[in-house]
Structures are given as C-alpha cells and as structure tokens.
C-alpha cells in the first residue's frame, strides 16, 4: 500500500510582521510620551494660566463698573442738590447706604444715635453694622438661627457693653410690635432699616410704636414709577428668589406719606428707599419726593465689595 505524502511544511502567516511592526511602534510610542508627573505639571500649568486670566478678567470687568457708576453719578440728574445716590459709600453696607445715611444724618442731624435693624443677616452686611462701630446704640432682629448666632459673637463687646440688644425672630405683621417692645425700642430712634425680603412692606405698615426720623426699606425695582404693586401678605411665606416680593416704589412712598414720611432717595442699585419724616426734611433733599423722580431702575451688577472682607474685630 502506497503512503501518504509527507504533510508540506506550515507557512508563516504573513500577519505576523504586520502585528510584530505594530507592537514595535505600540512600545515607541509609549516610551515617547511625557511621563505622568510631567502631564499633571502641564495641567497644573493651564489650569494656572486659566486662573490668571479669570482674575485679569475680573479686574477689568471692576475697572469698567467703576468707570460706569462714575459717568451715572457725574450725570446732570445726580449733580442736582438734595439728591443722595453720589454720596453712596461701602463699609458694612450692600449697596453704599453707609454714605448715604452718613449724608443724611450730616443735613439732619442725630438726637440719641440709636438705630433699629430687622433683617440684619451675619451682621457684616446690613445697613447699621457701621453706626454701630461708630458708638451708635443698636436693636437688631434676625430670623435666622445660623445668622443670628454668628452676629451676636461678632458684636459680643457690643452686646456685653449694652449698646446693642439682639432678638432672634421671625418678623411678621401680627408680631413686630411685640418683638420691637420686647427689644425695649424707644419710640424716637434715629433710624430704621427694614429687609426681610418678601413681606416688608406689610412689617412696615405694621409698626406703630416706632416713629424713627429716618426709615430705609427695600423696594422691588422690577415696577416702574406709577405702578401701585404690593405683594400680598402671607406671614407664612418668605422670599423665593424672583422678582415677587415686596412692594414698588410708588407703593413705598404712599405708604410712607401716610405714615408722615418723604421719599428723599434711593440707592444707585435700585434696592433700597430712604424715607425721612416729613418735618425734618426743610431743603435738605431733592423734591419733589416722588417715586417719579427718585427712582433707580435694578442695577444689582453694581454690587461688589472690593478690598479686605468686612470685619468687626480680629475674630470677626
């Protein structure tokens, strides 16, 4: 029997170079690449780069916010005498009420130094933190536990000294005599300063005890001059972060007129409203004290602190 022929011998697969070729520049590559240390280096890099130009950014951006407050106050409307915005000024306040107040209180005068604040927040941002540093008497309210607490270790010296009374409270209309009366406020403050969002201008109305010379409260400049707009009250209800709160400015100065106060004011913001009790006014400011002819439309952007952080004390 014939046998089979010897099996013919196994011929390489032409892939193998191909593979072998692919994993030599595999290996290359690798060992060409950065290693590790020097890709995080690289990105610490950018990542520094990107920092740098933020900050530049931000300080062109406070460059021309500055440039355009000054060409809105050097405006022929805030030249005019009696008016207030120009002499706005920031050490404790949001939008320059400290200036305005001091200017204020500079044509008027003061009697007790003794101010009033509902809605004074952590203490370093309100509108009589400066008064207070100042030596003025001060009665503030907070209805945040959280806040509250880290105001009153703030102005612990204030408080242990008695020149400062603190309530923790929520401030409603059915309860800000009660509160105010608790505080013991004299009924002829200086002043009072009124933020609690939502339901200010119905706490407002609701004070009856309290006849200060000057009032300051916040109004909603989403409503233009002649709008009469309140929002309504609900004690239960606290702001939600839009445009529905408060009252407008027109709505402002009518309840002031009733309760005996002119507009003289607003800041440059357009967020707060200052109020003086109509026989003090004399021609101290700008008449007439209209919603017409002192508001400022919203210009939240303009609010900025620049240099340190507000301070109280060396713990503050």
Not at 132 to 151: C, M
């Amino acid at each position: 029997m014939e046998s089979a022929p010897p099996a013919a011998p196994a011929r390489p697969s032409p892939r193998a170079p191909v593979e072998a070729v692919r994993a030599d520049a595999t290996v290359e590559a690798l060992r060409a690449e950065p290693p590790v240390e020097a890709l995080r280096a690289e990105l610490r890099g950018v990542r520094a780069a990107l920092e740098a130009r933020r900050a530049r950014d931000e300080r062109l951006l406070q460059v021309e916010l500055q440039a355009y407050e000054d060409r809105l106050l050097a405006s022929p409307r805030h030249q005019e005498p009696g008016r207030l915005a120009r002499f706005g000024h920031q050490m404790f306040s949001q939008h320059g009420e400290d200036g305005i107040l001091a200017e204020i209180f500079r044509r008027i005068g003061v009697v007790d130094r003794t101010c009033v604040e509902i809605g004074i927040g952590n203490g370093l941002e309100n509108n009589t933190a400066a008064l207070l540093v100042q030596g003025w008497r001060g009665f503030w309210v907070e209805g945040d536990v959280r806040q509250a607490t880290r105001a009153s270790r703030t102005f612990a010296g204030a408080i242990a000294d008695g020149r400062l009374a603190m309530a923790r409270a929520t401030v409603t209309a059915e309860n800000v005599e009660a509160v105010l009366s608790a505080l013991a406020v004299p009924a002829g403050v200086d002043l009072l300063s009124l933020d609690i969002d939502r339901n200010t201008y119905w706490v407002w109305r609701a004070i009856t005890s309290v006849r200060p010379r000057v009032v300051v409260v916040e109004y909603n400049a989403q409503f233009p001059p002649g709008v009469d707009w309140v929002v309504a009250y609900r004690a239960d209800r606290a702001w939600n972060g839009t445009a529905w709160f408060g009252a407008s400015l027109s709505a402002c100065e009518r309840l002031g007129r009733e309760k005996g106060y002119a507009l003289v004011g607003c800041s440059l913001t357009g967020v707060n409203a200052f109020f003086v009790r109509e026989d003090l006014c004399g021609q101290h400011f700008a008449a007439p004290f209209t919603a017409a002819h002192h508001f400022e439309p919203a210009r939240y952007y303009l609010n900025r602190r620049t240099g340190h952080p507000a301070s109280a004390g060396d713990g503050a």
